[in-house]
């Protein structure tokens, strides 16, 4: 039998308490679902389904000697019910659990202690998670800014450097610096926005060369990790630098396309220019910044593929989620 018959555990409200946060609620039926053992949970005032207006009128009636859960089995699904009111007053609302068989006096009494206090203490986390992330935010932006201080100082640098080769390695690293400020700059997990900027600022960079970037986004990309979004972005900054520099020499113009192809479970960027291929004369983009990029995306569970003969498509392949054996060797 499947551990969710009716579905994932989810909330069934069809009305809400003023001035309780609907999304706690669901957060509150799903904690139950888990904490009880439950097939399917819910919490809400008024239910169409004839089995929970019958617990939710045994409870207003005063059916639960003084808090406690009640119990009825429902003929109709073949499932046992259990439901406790929300807070002392019936009236706030109802917190119920379903499943095939009975529940013991261990999971009744975790449904009671978390339909007494369980709203209290869901407002306390979301209390405490709303100043976790405005901390979280204050030193992102701090940190950007530090970011954006070490690459302008490289820049900087970089403009009175005698040898060319410290030169161009002095910009290298001041425009991974800059990614770094667009990747923590960027809404959380948006991949989308963050290639955005990305492709913005390399078109700024080849300035009147005649050479175009563009982006290409197919499907909605989900939100993903912050860490991998920071490294795909790192990885298209390089690859399509490295066509800005090496496929158009002794070209006035070209085009640099940069894609996005997302599903829910997959991501693909490629990279693709109209210059020079890597196996002809001026075409050949090897060196640092190629293992840059295999680097950092096998780093991530990523694949990285490098055009075949006469190409000049560059393709990345991530999950978007990360398995369980990923998380742990992270």
Do not use: Y
């Not at 069934?12 to 669901?26: F, K, M, P, R, T």
């Not at 259990?82 to 109802?94: K, N, Q, T, Y």
């Not at 640099?256 to 960027?269: F, G, K, P, W």
């Amino acid at each position: 039998m499947s551990p969710h018959p009716h579905g994932p555990p989810s909330a069934s409200s069809l009305e809400i308490s003023a001035g309780i946060d609907e999304a706690g609620w669901g957060d509150l039926s799903r904690f139950a679902a888990r904490l009880c053992d439950a097939d399917a949970s819910g919490a809400g005032r008024v239910f169409a389904r004839p089995a929970l207006a019958r617990l939710a009128g045994r409870i207003a009636r005063g059916g639960t000697r003084g808090g406690e859960s009640v119990m009825i089995h429902d003929v109709a699904s073949d499932t046992h019910i259990a439901a406790a009111a929300l807070g002392r007053d019936p009236a706030v609302g109802l917190l119920w659990v379903e499943r095939r068989g009975r529940f013991d006096r261990g999971a009744l009494a975790r449904l009671r202690w978390l339909a007494a206090g369980g709203l209290d203490l869901f407002h306390v986390l979301d209390a405490e998670r709303e100043q976790a992330e405005l901390l979280l935010r204050e030193n992102r932006h701090r940190f950007a800014n530090d970011l954006h201080l070490v690459g302008s100082l490289l820049s900087h640098q970089a403009r009175f450097a005698d040898d060319p080769g410290a030169r161009d390695a002095l910009a290298n690293v001041a425009a991974r610096v800059m990614t770094l400020v667009r990747a923590r700059q960027m809404p959380d997990g948006d991949l989308a926005a963050g290639l955005r900027a990305c492709v913005v600022a390399l078109t700024a960079q080849v300035g009147g060369r005649g050479i175009t970037v563009g982006l290409r986004v197919e499907g909605e990309c989900p939100p993903i990790e912050e860490r991998r979004a920071t490294v795909l972005l790192i990885a298209v900054n390089e690859l399509a630098t490295n066509a800005i520099k090496h496929a158009f020499i002794g070209r006035g113009d070209g085009r640099v396309e940069v894609t996005l192809s997302a599903t829910a479970n997959h991501i693909r960027l490629t990279v693709e220019d109209d210059g020079a291929s890597l196996d002809t004369p001026g075409g050949g983009r090897v060196g640092s910044g190629l293992d840059l990029v295999r680097r950092l995306i096998a780093g991530v569970r990523g694949e990285f593929a490098v055009p075949p003969a006469r190409s000049k498509c560059f393709t990345i392949d991530m999950p978007v989620a990360l398995t369980t054996h990923d998380r742990r060797d992270r």
